[in-house]
């Protein structure tokens, strides 16, 4: 009878309290989902080779993985530079900063110069679409470059990196 | 083409820095996996690649790492395998009842705290693309792993297997993995319904069908091998390639039905004859290597994948409360279920204690998360430190509930006065 009575304490109950949670949490929402790989679509060159490595180089992706409002992600063919930043309703701010060894020497990315991203996601057909700016501490006080990156509304969701 | 220097540097590295943590951390009387596990950790972007972020992208570019971590998920497939071989199906049916009270508290207990903290976390460290319930399954089932190899070699190196602390804590642990790999392989299927690349109904009624197949006509099958084994006179080279053949179709079975790779491989692992003659040999051939190079892989695999970076401002209060929660859940609620079936305070806090252990099994259910990305990165993270806390916490609790001399006069069949 103990035995029993510990099972249905130490068991059972949770097991009810489980149900319960999972129906509660259907109520729930979270934010937009904007991670993924999105490919930098081709553009006008813009005057700094550095530029035009991370934009125009070769396959060049903006990579982003998200944690609730946080975002995390990679910009350049390789993913050269580090961002981090937030989501807000549709709209992204990404801050990263040109690490040494990050970008190849011949690009002449100036290390520790600061990068910025700002976009706003939306949909567009089968795509979702990022219409971004770059700007970096050498051009703070000058015109962004903006630019156009997409990726799969639907993609395989294996985040092996 | 890998770069394969660059990719023997890696493997170098990864190995050294795994060997070197891990003698460190034994010194302090932890065992050599916490190390290991925190090796992986040093070589990402949370240490190497904050304090030498050259020299982290020199030998860690990010394109070269699909071949590393081609290695570490072939060296996870052939560790999930002994994992299930090392798993003695026997102890699921002669279990007391405190062990089944115990097991089944012990997963339920955690799971439930799991679930209700998604009811916290999922708007904050998820997104729209996760349903709450498969995000509040894996998170229950997150807290509620085990780490089983990892718990029976600590009962192994203090003699506490052969007692009855020994016997129930590990009758439950073989329960709470059983069901932890059930309860996974449905939170994928939940997870994958919106995007699977294999249609649901395939994906279920597949791994129902195969899983009933492997247990049924395949063990059946593979017991032919007992025969081969005695014409043989032991275990020859032929019967590895067997084996290793089986290992790999197995996992290439289920990665192909939309659910991990690793089910395969411990399905397989669990449905091998349980031959004196098959499982040491088999165990000894392959437990070196999977040590020495395929599990640090594994580790520097995690590590790179993790970031403590992600971990800011209030994710930091989080990973507290996830910290909490997980030992509240399993100490806590293993160590209750055990007291409430008869056994001493001292023997049910040693109970939770050991049940509490998740090491590295964690660390294969997270990164199954995060490949169906079902847990975000920093989630991930956090989870990979809780991991790493529940695992570091177990060796000094154990040596303060269970003082060797107690332990003496529990090795006697006595039992050790209450705490």
């Known amino acids: 009878m103990r035995q029993l009575l510990s099972y249905l304490v130490f068991v059972g109950v949770p097991f009810a309290g489980l149900l319960g949670v999972l129906r509660l949490g259907q109520k729930l929402d979270a934010p937009t989902a904007v991670h993924g790989a999105y490919a930098v679509q081709p553009m006008a060159a813009s005057g700094l080779v550095c530029y035009r490595y991370l934009l125009t180089g070769g396959d060049s992706t903006i990579h982003l993985t998200q944690s609730g409002e946080q975002l995390a992600g990679t910009l350049g063919p390789n993913g050269d530079v580090n961002l981090l930043g937030t989501l807000s309703g549709a709209d992204l701010s990404l801050k990263g900063v040109i690490s040494p060894g990050g970008t190849p020497r011949h690009v002449a990315c100036p290390v520790g110069d600061s990068v910025r991203v700002t976009a706003r996601v939306s949909r567009w057909g089968q795509l979702k679409r990022l219409d971004a700016q770059l700007w970096t501490a050498t051009t703070a006080q000058g015109p962004a470059v903006a630019f156009m990156a997409a990726r799969p509304r639907r993609y395989e969701r294996r985040r092996h990196f | ?219 059946w099958g593979l017991r032919r091998l007992e025969h081969v084994l005695e014409r043989h006179g032991g275990l020859s080279q032929d019967i590895v390639a067997i084996v290793v053949f089986f290992i790999l179709a197995s996992a290439w079975t289920t990665e192909r039905l939309g659910v991990h790779a690793v089910f395969g491989a411990f399905l397989a692992g669990v449905v091998m004859p349980r031959d004196d003659q098959l499982v040491r040999p088999l165990l000894d051939r392959f437990h070196d290597l999977m040590v020495i190079m395929f599990l640090p892989l594994f580790f520097a695999f995690t590590g790179l994948r993790m970031s403590v970076i992600l971990i800011t401002g209030d994710l930091w209060i989080y990973c507290a409360l996830i910290i909490a929660v997980a030992v509240l859940g399993k100490l806590g609620g293993s160590a209750l279920a055990a007291r409430t079936s008869g056994m001493s305070w001292r023997d049910s806090w040693a109970i939770g204690t050991l049940m509490n252990t998740r090491g590295l099994m964690e660390l294969v259910v997270l990164n199954v998360g995060l490949d169906i990305g079902v847990i975000s990165p920093a989630l991930f993270s956090i989870m990979v430190l809780m991991a790493l806390v529940t695992t570091f916490m177990t060796s000094p609790m154990l040596a303060r509930i269970y003082p060797m001399r107690l332990l003496r006069v529990a090795r006697h069949g006595g039992e050790p006065e209450s705490a």
Do not use: N
């Open chain 2, 1 to 219: 083409m890998p770069d394969v220097l660059l990719l023997l540097s890696q493997i170098a590295g990864i190995l050294v820095a795994a060997r070197l943590v891990g003698r460190a951390v034994a010194l302090i009387g932890q065992p050599r996996v916490v190390g290991e596990m925190m090796a992986g950790i040093m070589l990402g972007p949370s240490l190497l690649g904050w304090a030498a972020p050259e020299l982290f992208h020199r030998l860690f570019p990010p394109l070269s790492l699909g071949f590393l971590s081609a290695l570490s998920q072939i060296g996870l497939v052939f560790f999930m395998f002994l994992v299930g071989l090392e798993l003695d199906l026997k102890l699921l049916r002669g279990q007391g009842r405190a062990a089944v009270v115990t097991s089944h508290a012990s997963i339920i207990a955690p799971f439930f705290l799991g679930a209700c903290l998604a009811l916290f976390l999922y708007p904050r460290l998820s997104d729209d693309s996760v349903s709450f319930t498969a995000f509040a399954l894996f998170l229950g089932a997150a807290m509620s792993v085990t780490a089983f190899p990892v718990l029976a070699r600590m009962l192994t190196e203090r003699g506490m297997l052969k007692t009855r602390l020994g016997t129930v804590t590990i009758a439950a642990a073989a329960v709470d993995d059983v069901t932890a790999w059930c309860i996974l392989a449905v939170v994928i299927v939940v997870a994958r319904t919106a995007e699977a690349t294999v249609p649901i109904p395939v994906m279920v009624g597949g791994t129902a069908l195969y899983v009933l197949l492997m247990l049924t006509a395949v063990r």
